[in-house]
């Protein structure tokens, strides 16, 4: 996988929590807010216990995972509650756990510095739009970007770091749809469709997102004059780490990344 | 021509719960408004609405305390009919949808405000008034009323010595319109904006009373002007008598609570006007912060302050960046409600048949010089469900009258004067001299002198005023022409207000005057009623306060 | 303080297009962006058309967006929305600009006539003499909901109404949200099934924006949440959302996680024509090797997992809903 791949490079130590839980990713919450604060707590207790902070790689797991922090770190009352239900499986959530993206990593501990180091195969020529995903957004009060309105423009940072082109489009930090693809096909689409068809039409290769929930979302969109392939943030990196396309799966690509590698002069 | 049984001008409080009693009794009724239902200024109201709801408490009580407060100027048989419906009048909007704040045992929480102690006063949160017009607002969805949205009145139409109907100006697309009505009720709010320092909403013009003014309706105690000791300097910023009514202190730069000087009983709880004058006082004499005393809250603690007062603690971290679980709040008076208004008897009508007028605009009279805190929802809901349910029956006898189109072409072409004039002022400039010289002339402390130079500075401003001068010469939301006629409006009120004020001799509830500061029982319990001829002078009468039960007595805090 | 103002401006009776207009007007320190509005219109240009009334966060109607979000122009200070000592104000989005920051809010309203926004009692029902009898904790629960102020921002951010105006939009489904959940109201379970069809609760993507810009932090999104619960526990299930969430809470308790294999078509409830549509993706996928395992399985710790469902799953109180 791209993340395994790249972590070694950003000098990242990968710890699988074994026996971690999904966090919900919104669905599990909107079904019981407390179960789902629950089983994240237990997932944040078992970090906690190791002494490490979590890394997300998926903008929907970080917004879930910052929900449930804001709440368990601000409502003592809430967390005694979900302790309580812990307290027999041994776990306690004490309140020191973090949780961050790959993408607050690289620009807030890693830095853009040593990313520039990192780059063996700039990505100059290409042309990327950035999408952020619903999750790592909002609300702005959960997921930091009060304290840090500089997190809303990290992507662009990181995308120039690597060598590429960020491309501006309106639909940066709206949604993907893809929550709803089995409830509004349409609708869903529609969305999907609107961001690719306008970063498209603003010259990009490829867009990049730290949320691999866009990704099957832009597979069904088939217009063919938009087929612009998705790529997640870490296999961006794993190209201007020069990792080859293969090596980062980009083969698999239902849209296929070909003509924006050509850009690199590199084939799959 | 659009025609209905019953028109009712202006969408707060009032005007919906006329409007609702009046479809509900089978006539066909339409409802006209400046602005979205849900932006009129009940809305903002705060704190609560009285009624005698406990078994320690009674109607006479409410009545009593209500007539007290008005420093016996309410008229006793409009009190009683306040105080005696208001329970019911207050079930009523439970069972419409009305969310209040409840005890354990499911039933209204009631919350002790004013002077008398007893609770008395259901609220939800403080944002009662937000409720209150949120409720009423669903019924007038519920029953699908005609709502002209954005339609500023401009005059009333009246054919035969009855009222036929109105002009009114359509602020999407700039088109006059005549509605004509076989019954109208005005509801068209107060006008604190007339101040410079104010807790009104901009909207709150006085349009309904400066029509009524002009077409020689008398307005009735138009000096009692109630001031609230509890605003946000700048904005003028309501913070809510709910705020002492749950222990808030008020204290000077020296950190004394000192109302104890001014009213040694009641502290904090005094009369409205009471605790004005004594802030005004404390500043005067050297001892305010920046023009404010200090609204300090600290000692409820965090949880009381967000389970009573939320919307409080937003507004002071919003609008004065103070938090006050933990800072005490500067405050001071702002202008903030007419006792006085369109002189009405006790259900709505007034001196022309077919007009009708209630809440703030009007003046039945149950607050007399000082409105109690928490009686002016009760108002809108007892007689708003009374004059929509008369003025329905009205409508029902009364026979439509043809109204000239001619009204609507002469309105039109006055408009459009306004809005081709090349040079002359703007409407703002003179909108801030009249609002500074209210507040400083006609506010908490009043003389002859100062009144006279208001009055002269008023007749100045009505004169330059036909002079003002548009930016905007369009048709569609032309808000720079809503604002001058509104201005038109202000100035008419305020020379009534002024008028009104100069003549009363002595001092009583919000109307203080330094040269006269002793109420005068034997030669000024009595109203005051303005009303302008056809060449424009106006003209005071008065009439006797209306006496059943409580005989006038010293207020003492 | 020196600040400028880029200000959306468009005259239906003069201008084809929209257009920005800066203006550049020194004000206090602690003004409002909605004081700085009235500064202009009343100093500078008064032709700019914008809707205000209470300026105290509580009437809704000078709602517009500013830097990009919806949200109150008197609620906003303006040395919090400079950037570079510019706020750009835009009219609100999903309703048709009137002119310059005025708009049309029709749809708005159009939505919330739609979920019946008011307390239907049963016909046959005699209410009490005095009050109905409501528990405090259901009272602070609905204030909520109750304290919304119909400004519109929820609506004018909704991205599913960007691209779907039929969607009922948070501030008219919190609106319902209420009313389901109040005592005196008969028809809570009617409203769930007409809520639950389409353009209703399970329309909702959970992006968060209306929880984002609601200047009276109603969190409608929350409440469309709530609403979803209430369906399924009224048993509305007959829906894909319904069936989606299930199959998504199933796969979680069994496993641990998520089985992606399954999950679009037991949304689906199986239903071999509607899920044609989604056969060319999967087979694609297939052939590409990005699909997801039809195996799927169980993850360690699954044991845990079970146990907090089970814990979690006895009887919640009104309170664990929030």
């Known amino acids: 996988m791209a993340m395994e791949k790249i972590a070694g490079k950003l000098g990242l130590e990968l710890v699988g929590l074994e026996g971690a839980a999904c966090t919900g990713a919104g669905v599990l919450q909107e079904r019981d807010p407390g179960l789902a604060d629950t089983l994240n707590a237990r997932t944040l207790a078992m970090a906690e216990r190791l002494g490490l902070p979590v890394l997300t790689i998926c903008s929907t797991c970080q917004g879930v995972f910052s929900g449930t922090l804001y709440r368990l770190n601000r409502d003592p009352v809430w967390r005694a509650r979900i302790n309580e239900k812990l307290a027999d499986l041994g776990y306690t959530y004490k309140g020191t756990a973090r949780a961050a993206h790959l993408l607050w990593v690289l620009v807030e501990d890693i830095g853009l510095d040593r990313l520039r180091e990192l780059v063996v195969r700039p990505l100059r020529g290409l042309k990327v739009a950035a999408f952020y995903g619903c999750y790592i957004l909002r609300p702005s009060w959960v997921v930091g970007t009060d304290e840090k309105p500089e997190r809303l423009k990290y992507l662009e940072k990181v995308v120039r770091v690597l060598g590429a082109e960020p491309v501006e489009f309106p639909g940066e930090y709206k949604c993907c749809g893809f929550p709803i693809l089995t409830t509004n096909r349409r609708n869903s689409l529609m969305m999907a469709g609107t961001h690719l068809t306008d970063a498209r039409r603003r010259g990009a290769d490829l867009m990049v997102t730290p949320c691999p929930l866009y990704q099957p979302e832009a597979v069904k969109y088939r217009d063919p004059n938009v087929r612009l392939p998705v790529l997640h943030l870490p296999q961006l990196l794993g190209l201007a780490f020069g990792f080859s396309p293969k090596e980062l799966r980009l083969d698999r690509h239902v849209v296929s990344v070909l003509p924006a590698l050509e850009r690199l002069s590199l084939k799959v | ?557 | 303080m020196l600040v400028t103002l880029r200000v959306r401006r468009f005259n239906p009776e003069t201008d084809l297009e929209p257009r920005f207009q800066e203006y550049t007007v020194d004000v206090p320190e602690h003004f409002t962006v909605l004081d700085a509005l009235i500064t202009i219109r009343e100093r500078i240009d008064g032709t700019l058309a914008f809707r205000y009334s209470c300026r105290m966060a509580i009437c809704g109607a000078c709602g517009m967006r500013i830097n990009g979000l919806a949200g109150l122009a008197c609620k906003t200070a303006l040395r919090s929305a400079l950037n570079d000592g510019t706020v750009t104000l835009e009219p609100m989005g999903n309703m048709p600009v009137a002119k310059d920051l005025v708009v049309n809010m029709e749809p708005f309203w159009h939505h919330l006539r739609t979920v019946r926004p008011y307390i239907e009692p049963h016909p046959a029902r005699i209410g009490p003499q005095n009050e109905y009898r409501i528990s405090p904790e259901l009272v602070d629960e609905l204030s909520e909901v109750v304290r919304c102020i119909m400004c519109g921002a929820c609506f004018s951010d909704c991205t599913v109404d960007e691209i779907d105006i039929n969607f009922l939009g948070p501030a008219a489904l919190a609106r319902a949200g209420w009313l389901v959940r109040d005592p005196r109201d008969s028809r809570a379970a009617d409203r769930l099934r007409e809520l639950s069809k389409p353009h209703g609760i399970w329309d909702c993507t959970r992006c968060f924006f209306c929880v984002q810009v609601c200047p009276k932090d109603v969190k409608p999104m929350e409440q469309i949440l709530r609403l979803r619960r209430l369906a399924v526990e009224a048993g509305i299930t007959d829906n894909n959302g319904a069936r989606h969430t299930q199959a998504f809470v199933d796969s979680v308790k069994e496993t641990g996680w998520l089985d992606e294999f399954t999950l679009v078509p037991k949304s689906w409830g199986w239903n071999p024509v509607a899920l044609l549509p989604e056969l060319p993706t999967a087979v694609r996928m297939l052939v590409r090797k990005r699909a997801p395992s039809p195996v799927h399985p169980r993850q360690p710790g699954v044991d845990e997992v079970r146990n907090l469902f089970e814990k979690t799953e006895r009887k919640r109180s009104v309170k664990d809903d929030a």
């Not at chain 2, 109630?226 to 204290?251: D, K, M, N, V, W």
């Not at chain 2, 609008?319 to 208004?341: I, L």
């Not at chain 2, 003389?447 to 369009?474: F, P």
């Open chain 2, 1 to 557: 021509m659009l025609r209905h049984d019953l028109l009712v001008v202006g969408a707060g409080g009032a005007g919906l719960r006329a409007a609702l009693a009046a479809a509900r009794s089978g006539v066909d009724v339409a409802i006209l408004s400046k602005v979205h239902p849900l932006r009129s200024h009940t809305g903002a109201a705060e704190g609560g609405i009285n009624a005698a709801f406990s078994e320690q408490d009674s109607w006479e009580n409410h009545a009593y305390d209500t007539v007290r407060e008005s420093d016996w100027l309410a008229d006793q048989d409009a009190v009683e009919v306040l105080t005696r419906e208001g329970p019911d009048a207050v079930y009523e909007l439970d069972h419409m949808g009305a969310i209040f704040s409840r005890g354990p045992d499911g039933r209204f929480l009631l919350r002790p405000f004013g002077p008398e102690g007893i609770p008395r006063t259901v609220f939800a949160g403080d944002t009662t008034g937000h409720v209150v017009l949120q409720t009423l607002y669903q019924q007038v969805l519920k029953d699908r009323l005609r709502v002209y949205e954005e339609w500023l009145v401009l005059d009333l139409i009246l054919e035969d010595g009855f009222c036929a109907g109105v002009l009114a100006y359509e602020i999407p697309t700039g088109t006059v319109h005549a509605v004509a009505a076989r019954a109208v009720i005005l509801a068209t709010g107060g006008a604190g904006r007339l101040y410079a320092s104010t807790t009104n909403a901009f909207i709150c013009t006085g349009d309904g009373m400066a029509i009524a003014l002009r077409n020689g309706i008398p307005l009735k105690d138009m000096e009692m002007v109630q001031f609230h000791p509890t605003t946000l300097p700048g904005s003028g910023i309501l913070i809510t008598e709910g705020a002492r009514a749950e222990g808030g202190y008020l204290l000077n730069a020296r950190g004394e609570r000192f109302m104890g000087r001014y009213a040694p009983r009641m502290m904090e709880q005094a009369g409205r006007d009471v605790v004005c004058r004594a802030e005004q006082t404390e500043v005067d004499e050297g001892r305010g912060v920046n023009g404010c005393v200090l609204l300090d809250l600290r000692h409820l603690g965090e949880a009381k302050i967000m389970s009573r007062l939320a919307h409080t603690r937003e507004l002071c971290v919003t609008f004065a960046g103070v938090d006050p679980v933990h800072e005490p709040v500067p405050v001071r008076p702002g202008a903030h409600y007419f006792m006085g208004g369109i002189h009405t008897d006790l259900v709505g009508r007034t001196t022309i048949p077919g007009l009708y007028a209630v809440g703030e605009c009007a003046c039945v009279s149950v607050h007399g010089a000082n409105r109690l805190g928490g009686n002016s929802l009760l108002e809108l809901l007892v007689f708003g469900r009374r004059v929509g349910e008369n003025a329905a029956e009205f409508a029902r006898n009364q026979k439509g009258v043809e109204i000239s189109e001619a009204r609507v072409r002469d309105a039109e072409r006055e408009l459009a004067r306004i809005v081709s004039r090349s040079d002359g002022e703007r409407w703002a400039a003179l909108r801030d001299i009249l609002g500074n010289t209210m507040s400083r002339e006609m506010g908490i402390f009043r003389t002859g002198e100062g009144m006279r130079q208001c009055l002269a500075v008023i007749k100045e401003l009505q004169e330059r005023y036909k002079r003002v001068r548009l930016d905007d010469r369009g048709r569609v939301y032309n808000y720079d022409l809503v604002s001058a006629i509104e201005l038109g409006f202000m100035l008419d009120v305020a020379e009534a207000v002024v008028v009104s004020g100069l003549a009363r001799q002595e001092s009583r509830g919000a109307h203080y005057r330094r040269d006269y500061p002793k109420r005068d029982d034997d030669n000024w319990l009595r109203h005051t009623v303005v009303h302008r001829d056809p060449l424009g002078n106006l003209h005071l009468d008065y009439l006797p306060v209306r006496i059943t039960r409580w005989l006038p007595a010293a207020r003492v805090y």
